[in-house]
Protein backbone atom coordinates (compact mmCIF):
# COMPACT_ATOMS: atom_id res chain seq x y z
CA UNK A 1 0.00 0.00 0.00
CA UNK A 2 2.90 2.30 0.90
CA UNK A 3 4.26 1.43 -2.30
CA UNK A 4 1.68 2.09 -4.06
CA UNK A 5 0.54 5.77 -2.58
CA UNK A 6 4.44 6.02 -3.28
CA UNK A 7 4.29 5.92 -6.61
CA UNK A 8 0.91 7.23 -7.27
CA UNK A 9 2.54 10.68 -5.37
CA UNK A 10 6.13 10.66 -7.46
CA UNK A 11 3.43 9.85 -11.27
CA UNK A 12 1.95 13.21 -10.12
CA UNK A 13 5.01 15.13 -9.16
CA UNK A 14 6.66 14.15 -12.68
CA UNK A 15 3.09 14.66 -14.55
CA UNK A 16 3.14 18.28 -12.56
CA UNK A 17 6.25 19.57 -13.26
CA UNK A 18 5.82 18.57 -17.05
CA UNK A 19 2.85 20.57 -17.31
CA UNK A 20 4.24 23.58 -14.91
CA UNK A 21 3.92 26.76 -16.84
CA UNK A 22 6.70 28.46 -17.29
CA UNK A 23 7.79 32.64 -16.61
CA UNK A 24 9.25 35.30 -18.80
CA UNK A 25 10.77 38.82 -17.94
CA UNK A 26 7.75 40.97 -19.07
CA UNK A 27 8.58 44.29 -17.34
CA UNK A 28 8.59 47.23 -19.51
CA UNK A 29 11.11 47.18 -22.83
CA UNK A 30 13.15 49.81 -22.33
CA UNK A 31 13.30 53.00 -24.41
CA UNK A 32 16.76 51.54 -25.71
CA UNK A 33 15.61 47.79 -25.74
CA UNK A 34 12.51 48.29 -27.85
CA UNK A 35 10.09 50.90 -29.04
CA UNK A 36 7.67 51.46 -32.16
CA UNK A 37 7.28 53.59 -35.06
CA UNK A 38 4.83 53.75 -37.75
CA UNK A 39 5.84 54.33 -41.83
CA UNK A 40 3.66 56.40 -43.30
CA UNK A 41 4.18 54.84 -47.12
CA UNK A 42 3.32 51.30 -47.13
CA UNK A 43 0.23 49.37 -46.31
CA UNK A 44 0.20 46.60 -43.56
CA UNK A 45 2.01 43.10 -44.83
CA UNK A 46 -1.47 41.30 -43.50
CA UNK A 47 -3.92 43.43 -46.88
CA UNK A 48 -1.46 42.73 -49.50
CA UNK A 49 1.68 44.23 -48.08
CA UNK A 50 4.27 46.46 -50.41
CA UNK A 51 1.98 48.52 -52.05
CA UNK A 52 2.40 52.41 -51.22
CA UNK A 53 0.12 55.51 -51.24
CA UNK A 54 -0.37 58.52 -49.35
CA UNK A 55 -1.49 57.36 -46.15
CA UNK A 56 -0.78 60.55 -44.54
CA UNK A 57 0.84 61.10 -41.22
CA UNK A 58 5.20 61.52 -40.76
CA UNK A 59 7.19 58.90 -40.67
CA UNK A 60 8.42 57.99 -37.27
CA UNK A 61 7.98 56.86 -33.66
CA UNK A 62 4.66 56.66 -32.51
CA UNK A 63 3.64 60.19 -30.31
CA UNK A 64 3.77 60.93 -26.72
CA UNK A 65 -0.59 60.51 -26.20
CA UNK A 66 -0.55 57.72 -23.53
CA UNK A 67 -2.82 54.60 -24.78
CA UNK A 68 -2.69 55.41 -28.32
CA UNK A 69 -1.39 51.98 -29.38
CA UNK A 70 -1.88 48.55 -27.72
CA UNK A 71 0.11 45.73 -27.98
CA UNK A 72 -0.21 42.41 -26.99
CA UNK A 73 2.42 38.99 -27.07
CA UNK A 74 1.76 36.01 -29.27
CA UNK A 75 2.83 32.53 -29.61
CA UNK A 76 3.06 29.48 -31.40
CA UNK A 77 4.93 26.49 -31.59
CA UNK A 78 8.69 26.55 -32.49
CA UNK A 79 9.21 24.65 -35.47
CA UNK A 80 12.98 25.91 -36.40
CA UNK A 81 16.35 24.80 -36.19
CA UNK A 82 19.33 26.06 -36.15
CA UNK A 83 18.17 29.11 -34.50
CA UNK A 84 16.10 29.55 -37.61
CA UNK A 85 13.09 32.53 -36.56
CA UNK A 86 9.96 31.70 -37.15
CA UNK A 87 8.13 33.88 -40.43
CA UNK A 88 5.94 36.76 -39.25
CA UNK A 89 2.34 35.98 -40.50
CA UNK A 90 2.18 37.48 -44.08
CA UNK A 91 -2.06 36.79 -43.85
CA UNK A 92 -4.89 37.69 -41.13
CA UNK A 93 -5.75 34.53 -41.64
CA UNK A 94 -1.50 33.49 -40.60
CA UNK A 95 -2.21 35.78 -37.89
CA UNK A 96 -4.88 34.31 -36.37
CA UNK A 97 -2.99 30.77 -36.06
CA UNK A 98 -0.98 32.80 -32.89
CA UNK A 99 -1.83 32.32 -29.63
CA UNK A 100 -2.72 35.31 -27.49
CA UNK A 101 -0.83 34.83 -24.05
CA UNK A 102 -2.86 37.52 -22.33
CA UNK A 103 0.34 39.61 -21.97
CA UNK A 104 -0.72 43.45 -23.40
CA UNK A 105 0.39 46.99 -22.86
CA UNK A 106 -0.30 50.10 -24.54
CA UNK A 107 2.43 53.00 -25.45
CA UNK A 108 3.59 55.74 -22.60
CA UNK A 109 3.85 59.11 -22.33
CA UNK A 110 7.32 58.99 -20.86
CA UNK A 111 9.05 58.78 -24.58
CA UNK A 112 7.78 58.97 -27.90
CA UNK A 113 7.83 55.28 -29.28
CA UNK A 114 8.23 53.44 -25.83
CA UNK A 115 5.83 50.72 -25.07
CA UNK A 116 4.24 50.21 -21.17
CA UNK A 117 3.79 46.54 -19.97
CA UNK A 118 0.44 46.64 -18.36
CA UNK A 119 0.79 45.33 -14.68
CA UNK A 120 4.94 44.81 -14.96
CA UNK A 121 6.17 41.84 -13.51
CA UNK A 122 10.13 40.02 -14.18
CA UNK A 123 8.25 36.60 -13.86
CA UNK A 124 4.63 36.92 -15.52
CA UNK A 125 3.61 33.29 -16.08
CA UNK A 126 2.96 32.12 -20.13
CA UNK A 127 0.83 29.47 -20.85
CA UNK A 128 3.32 26.91 -22.08
CA UNK A 129 5.10 24.42 -20.45
CA UNK A 130 7.93 24.95 -18.85
CA UNK A 131 10.77 23.53 -20.90
CA UNK A 132 8.90 24.27 -24.40
CA UNK A 133 10.10 26.13 -26.81
CA UNK A 134 7.58 28.85 -28.42
CA UNK A 135 8.43 31.44 -31.25
CA UNK A 136 6.75 34.88 -29.78
CA UNK A 137 6.39 38.00 -31.33
CA UNK A 138 4.82 41.23 -30.43
CA UNK A 139 1.48 42.67 -32.03
CA UNK A 140 1.01 46.27 -31.87
CA UNK A 141 -2.31 48.52 -33.34
CA UNK A 142 -3.94 52.05 -33.21
CA UNK A 143 -6.65 52.40 -30.64
CA UNK A 144 -9.26 53.09 -33.18
CA UNK A 145 -9.05 49.00 -34.41
CA UNK A 146 -9.83 47.96 -30.60
CA UNK A 147 -8.28 48.06 -27.19
CA UNK A 148 -8.11 44.63 -26.86
CA UNK A 149 -6.14 42.28 -29.07
CA UNK A 150 -9.28 39.98 -29.65
CA UNK A 151 -11.46 42.95 -30.74
CA UNK A 152 -8.81 44.06 -32.82
CA UNK A 153 -8.59 40.85 -35.14
CA UNK A 154 -12.58 40.88 -34.73
CA UNK A 155 -12.95 44.24 -35.92
CA UNK A 156 -10.01 43.90 -38.88
CA UNK A 157 -12.15 40.92 -40.62
CA UNK A 158 -15.39 42.81 -40.65
CA UNK A 159 -15.39 45.14 -43.05
CA UNK A 160 -18.32 47.01 -42.13
CA UNK A 161 -16.62 48.48 -38.97
CA UNK A 162 -13.37 48.78 -41.51
CA UNK A 163 -15.44 51.41 -43.83
CA UNK A 164 -16.99 53.19 -40.25
CA UNK A 165 -12.94 54.89 -40.06
CA UNK A 166 -11.37 57.38 -42.30
CA UNK A 167 -8.85 56.12 -45.04
CA UNK A 168 -5.57 54.58 -43.33
CA UNK A 169 -6.37 56.20 -39.78
CA UNK A 170 -5.48 52.68 -38.29
CA UNK A 171 -1.96 51.13 -37.50
CA UNK A 172 -1.18 47.72 -37.21
CA UNK A 173 2.17 46.21 -37.14
CA UNK A 174 4.24 42.82 -35.98
CA UNK A 175 7.71 43.02 -34.17
CA UNK A 176 10.58 40.57 -35.31
CA UNK A 177 10.04 37.03 -33.79
CA UNK A 178 11.99 35.56 -31.49
CA UNK A 179 12.22 32.09 -29.65
CA UNK A 180 11.94 31.28 -25.45
CA UNK A 181 12.37 28.49 -23.52
CA UNK A 182 11.30 29.15 -19.97
CA UNK A 183 12.79 25.96 -18.78
CA UNK A 184 16.66 27.87 -18.27
CA UNK A 185 14.59 30.64 -16.54
CA UNK A 186 15.54 32.46 -13.11
CA UNK A 187 13.03 33.75 -11.22
CA UNK A 188 13.27 36.87 -12.76
CA UNK A 189 11.56 34.57 -15.91
CA UNK A 190 13.06 34.01 -19.01
CA UNK A 191 14.23 37.85 -20.99
CA UNK A 192 11.81 38.60 -23.50
CA UNK A 193 13.45 41.99 -24.49
CA UNK A 194 17.03 44.02 -25.12
CA UNK A 195 18.93 41.09 -26.85
CA UNK A 196 20.13 40.66 -30.25
CA UNK A 197 21.82 37.33 -30.20
CA UNK A 198 20.66 34.09 -28.68
CA UNK A 199 20.80 33.88 -24.94
CA UNK A 200 19.69 31.01 -22.61
CA UNK A 201 16.59 30.85 -22.89
CA UNK A 202 16.61 31.13 -26.81
CA UNK A 203 16.33 34.47 -28.79
CA UNK A 204 14.67 37.23 -26.95
CA UNK A 205 12.72 40.16 -29.83
CA UNK A 206 15.61 42.25 -30.17
CA UNK A 207 16.74 45.92 -30.32
CA UNK A 208 17.51 46.07 -33.95
CA UNK A 209 14.23 45.33 -35.12
CA UNK A 210 11.17 47.86 -34.04
CA UNK A 211 7.57 47.26 -34.59
CA UNK A 212 6.68 48.69 -37.84
CA UNK A 213 3.15 50.35 -37.64
CA UNK A 214 1.80 50.23 -40.94
CA UNK A 215 -1.72 51.92 -42.12
CA UNK A 216 -4.50 49.16 -42.96
CA UNK A 217 -6.52 50.00 -45.84
CA UNK A 218 -9.81 50.53 -45.23
CA UNK A 219 -12.29 49.41 -48.31
CA UNK A 220 -13.88 52.56 -49.97
CA UNK A 221 -17.56 52.87 -49.69
CA UNK A 222 -18.17 52.29 -53.30
CA UNK A 223 -16.35 48.35 -52.59
CA UNK A 224 -18.87 47.79 -49.54
CA UNK A 225 -22.03 49.14 -51.52
CA UNK A 226 -21.06 46.71 -54.11
CA UNK A 227 -20.30 43.77 -52.15
CA UNK A 228 -23.44 44.45 -50.19
CA UNK A 229 -25.55 44.34 -53.57
CA UNK A 230 -23.91 41.51 -54.51
CA UNK A 231 -25.35 39.95 -51.18
CA UNK A 232 -28.89 41.02 -51.84
CA UNK A 233 -28.88 39.72 -55.54
CA UNK A 234 -28.05 36.48 -54.26
CA UNK A 235 -30.61 36.56 -51.57
CA UNK A 236 -33.46 37.46 -54.08
CA UNK A 237 -32.33 34.90 -56.57
CA UNK A 238 -32.55 32.17 -53.90
CA UNK A 239 -36.35 32.67 -52.92
CA UNK A 240 -37.37 33.10 -56.47
CA UNK A 241 -35.70 29.57 -57.01
Known amino acids: MKKLVLTSICTLAVAGAAFA ?11 SA ?10 SPLFGGGATGDVGGTQGATGLAANGFFFE ?3 TAYTGTGGALTAQPSTLAQLATW ?21 PNA ?18 WSANLGTSYATMLQNLNNAS ?3 TLSPFTAFLGM ?28 QPIGASTLTQLFAVP ?20 RRKK
Open 123 to 140: AQTVPWANGTTQSVMLVE
Open 34 to 43: YTTQTNATQF
Open 218 to 237: VPEPGTIAMAALGGLSLLAF
Open 99 to 119: TDTGLSGANSSTSIGRDAVTT
Open 161 to 163: FLA
Open 73 to 75: LLY
Open 175 to 202: SQTGFINPSTSTTAGATLFGNTANGVNG
Open 21 to 31: QGTVNWTGPTF
